[in-house]
C-alpha cells in the first residue's frame, strides 16, 4: 500500500502503510488552522485509514519456520532454521535461502538471531549507502554521524543536532529505496520541516524519489511485518 499525501493550504496530511496519521504543519499554524485542515479532510482520511487495517487483517505475524519468506536488500529469501548442537549459531544467505543453525530453534531464539543478523547487515550496508549519498550532495562538507533505531512507523528521522537515525529494518528494502531515504533524511539537515523548499532539495538530488518512495510504501506491510 502507498503512503498517501493530501496538502490542505501548507497544511500535509499523510496516511502511512500502516494506518498511522501525521500532519506536518508550518511552525507559526495555528492550532484552529490545523484542526480546519484535518476536518475538511476527515472524509479521505477515514476511508484510507479503514482501506490500510482491511489490509493489515491479512498479515500474519512471523513465526520464524522453515519455508518462511524473509527479504534482504528487495530480494525475497525462503528461510531455512537446521538445528545444530552446541552453542555455536549462526545466520548466512546460502544458495538463495536465509539459513539459520540454532542449538534452540524456537520462534524466540531465531528471531532474535535473525535480528541480530539484519542489525549487523544494516549497520555496514547502510552507512555505506550514508557515505555514498552524502559525497553526492553538493553542499555536504561530510558525512552525517548515523544511529539504527528500531521504529514502527518511520523508516528514518534526523536529529536536531545533524544525526541521521535510520529504521535497520531499512536493509530488507532495494538499494534504491535505501537511497532514497537516506537522501531524504539529508534534505532535513537543511529544511527541518516538509515546506516546499524542503520539496525542492529532494527534488534536486533524487528527481525520481516519487516513484522510488511508492515501491518502499508498496513493501513496507511485507518488510515490517514481524
Known sequence: MFHLTEKQGKISIHVHPNGSIQVDAPADAQDSEIKEAVLKRARWIVGHVEDANSRLKHILPREYVSGESHYYLGRRYLLKVLPVSGNKQSVKLLRGKLQVESHSPNTGNVRSLLDGWYRSRALDVLCSRLEAVSEA???LNDTPSMKLLAMKKQWGSCSATGKIILNPSLVK?????????VTHEICHLREHNHSQRFYRELDQLLPNWRSIKGRLDGMAEAILVR
Open 173 to 181: 528494502a532495494p538499494r534504491e529505496c535505501i537511497d532514497y531515504v
Open 137 to 139: 550532495v553538493p553542499w
